[in-house]
């Protein structure tokens, strides 16, 4: 299946706290990945169930995929991708 991607409005800031290089690095892999293997990423368990991961160097994109859309939610490095997640899915 071939996916759209959107993001959510909160991502410019992830986006903005990396290099210019990095972010560039990560839409790249975003853009040339998750449309045609969206839904071949891990999820999530627990309270984000319904959630999925990829990974591009040592950043984590956590995504969901609703309707043929898969929506960036966040972009962090793992040890604070989780960090208050709940504020940013619910």
Do not use: W
């Amino acid at each position: 299946m071939n996916y759209k991607i959107a993001f959510k409005k909160s991502v410019s800031r992830d986006l903005k706290k990396l290099g210019k290089d990095q972010a560039e690095r990560i839409l790249k892999e975003i853009e040339e990945k998750l449309p045609e293997k969206a839904d071949t990423f891990p999820p999530l368990k627990g309270k984000f169930t319904g959630l999925r991961k990829f990974r591009v160097g040592n950043y984590r994109v956590i995504y969901a995929i609703i309707e043929g859309i898969a929506i960036i939610h966040r972009i962090s490095q793992p040890h604070r991708c989780i960090k208050n997640m709940a504020n940013r899915v619910r």
